[in-house]
């Protein structure tokens, strides 16, 4: 079997494995061995397997692409942020980051190398889309952070490279992986999905019924405003938006998180506090508010008295609002620059 064809083995379903065991002639509580060393236990380096027969540690490592990407480089922040830079197998790259907060610790994961909505504001997107993540890939970037930390994170976001709902499919089936009991077993109320506001993603997400929550990237309260932020192949009317959103709220009963990069003389003034707010009440939503991390000389972060006064407009108006922490703000924080640095061979040695 050739190395393209190959699965990786932390994409492997249950039936996929029990199939496979079977097919070697192996008994059939080899599955449930195999399962709990991927996803119970996080190995995914056969010969690790110790309870397995040496013939099946060899013809898993055959089989299948077992470890699939290596961390290139690794940033880290004095708050303990730390970002890892991680080589794919076939020499792309792509970020994770692991945020620790005095109460949680937060693994943010990409879904795509590169991203097609190509945001003005974003590093992600600046090369546009190179190829989609497939669900091993991104549940191998959940091992790596498990790896660094010795355990579980208390949640994931899917909020770094890319945009998750237009690669649905490899999407879904790494919160299936992650959530359900027989895999990871992790809490679906603990992971959120961001989107800019990809509308047939939105609706497709709610109609699989799990307790996920969505975050929207709306950045702006008017479609004027987004115009001049997110190009027009992807964007989609604040008006859908906002009715999938009704949608996904009806259908899974999660409260929605509206992300607003604050960006100054764009996006920052009272007026546009005040659209946000009336949105937010509207929709029964939280906002998170984030100063902008400069990636282009083009956009640029509001003084902090403007975004102070942003965060009590919407205050006064009993929005629930939280002022992000600027975690990593030394460490290329924003998504995409360092894969940008690694693109253009700049990339950070560990430090």
């Given at each position: 079997?050739?190395?393209?064809?190959?699965?990786?083995?932390?994409?492997?379903?249950?039936?996929?494995?029990?199939?496979?065991?079977?097919?070697?002639?192996?008994?059939?509580?080899?599955?449930?061995?195999?399962?709990?060393?991927?996803?119970?236990?996080?190995?995914?380096?056969?010969?690790?397997?110790?309870?397995?027969?040496?013939?099946?540690?060899?013809?898993?490592?055959?089989?299948?692409?077992?470890?699939?990407?290596?961390?290139?480089?690794?940033?880290?922040?004095?708050?303990?942020?730390?970002?890892?830079?991680?080589?794919?197998?076939?020499?792309?790259?792509?970020?994770?980051?692991?945020?620790?907060?005095?109460?949680?610790?937060?693994?943010?994961?990409?879904?795509?190398?590169?991203?097609?909505?190509?945001?003005?504001?974003?590093?992600?997107?600046?090369?546009?889309?190179?190829?989609?993540?497939?669900?091993?890939?991104?549940?191998e970037q959940f091992f790596h952070g498990c790896a660094k930390i010795g355990g579980l994170p208390d949640n994931v976001v899917f909020m770094g490279i890319g945009e998750g709902l237009l690669n649905f499919g490899n999407l879904e089936k790494?919160?299936?992986?992650?959530?359900?009991?027989?895999?990871?077993?992790?809490?679906?109320?603990?992971?959120?999905?961001?989107?800019?506001?990809?509308?047939?993603?939105?609706?497709?997400?709610?109609?699989?019924?799990?307790?996920?929550?969505?975050?929207?990237?709306?950045?702006?309260?008017?479609?004027?405003?987004?115009?001049?932020?997110?190009?027009?192949?992807?964007?989609?009317?604040?008006?859908?938006?906002?009715?999938?959103?009704?949608?996904?709220?009806?259908?899974?009963?999660?409260?929605?998180?509206?992300?607003?990069?604050?960006?100054?003389?764009?996006?920052?003034?009272?007026?546009?506090?005040?659209?946000?707010?009336?949105?937010?009440?509207?929709?029964?939503?939280?906002?998170?508010?984030?100063?902008?991390?400069?990636?282009?000389?083009?956009?640029?972060?509001?003084?902090?008295?403007?975004?102070?006064?942003?965060?009590?407009?919407?205050?006064?108006?009993?929005?629930?609002?939280?002022?992000?922490?600027?975690?990593?703000?030394?460490?290329?924080?924003?998504?995409?620059?360092?894969?940008?640095?690694?693109?253009?061979?700049?990339?950070?040695?560990?430090?």
């Amino acid at each position: 079997m050739s190395a393209a064809s190959k699965q990786l083995l932390c994409s492997l379903t249950a039936d996929e494995v029990k199939t496979w065991v079977a097919a070697h002639g192996a008994p059939a509580f080899r599955a449930s061995q195999i399962l709990d060393w991927i996803y119970k236990k996080r190995i995914i380096t056969p010969n690790l397997m110790s309870n397995l027969p040496p013939d099946l540690r060899l013809a898993l490592s055959e089989d299948f692409i077992c470890v699939s990407s290596v961390i290139e480089s690794e940033v880290a922040a004095g708050d303990g942020t730390s970002k890892l830079l991680l080589r794919l197998r076939d020499g792309e790259a792509v970020e994770m980051v692991i945020i620790p907060a005095p109460d949680r610790m937060t693994f943010c994961l990409s879904t795509q190398v590169g991203c097609p909505v190509q945001c003005r504001f974003c590093a992600s997107g600046a090369d546009g889309l190179v190829r989609n993540l497939d669900a091993g890939e991104m549940v191998e970037q959940f091992f790596h952070g498990c790896a660094k930390i010795g355990g579980l994170p208390d949640n994931v976001v899917f909020m770094g490279i890319g945009e998750g709902l237009l690669n649905f499919g490899n999407l879904e089936k790494a919160i299936r992986l992650l959530c359900d009991s027989e895999y990871v077993g992790f809490g679906a109320r603990r992971i959120t999905v961001s989107t800019s506001g990809f509308v047939p993603g939105m609706r497709q997400l709610a109609d699989l019924g799990r307790q996920v929550n969505l975050a929207v990237s709306l950045h702006a309260a008017d479609d004027a405003t987004r115009a001049a932020l997110i190009p027009d192949k992807l964007r989609y009317p604040i008006r859908e938006i906002l009715d999938a959103c009704e949608y996904y709220r009806e259908k899974t009963g999660r409260m929605i998180t509206f992300e607003y990069t604050l960006i100054d003389g764009i996006n920052d003034k009272s007026g546009d506090a005040e659209k946000l707010a009336a949105i937010a009440k509207r929709m029964h939503a939280k906002v998170n508010l984030i100063p902008y991390n400069q990636t282009t000389a083009d956009f640029h972060r509001p003084p902090d008295k403007v975004i102070r006064n942003f965060q009590a407009i919407l205050e006064r108006c009993d929005i629930q609002v939280t002022l992000r922490m600027e975690k990593g703000s030394k460490v290329s924080a924003a998504c995409g620059q360092l894969r940008a640095k690694h693109a253009s061979g700049e990339h950070s040695k560990q430090e």
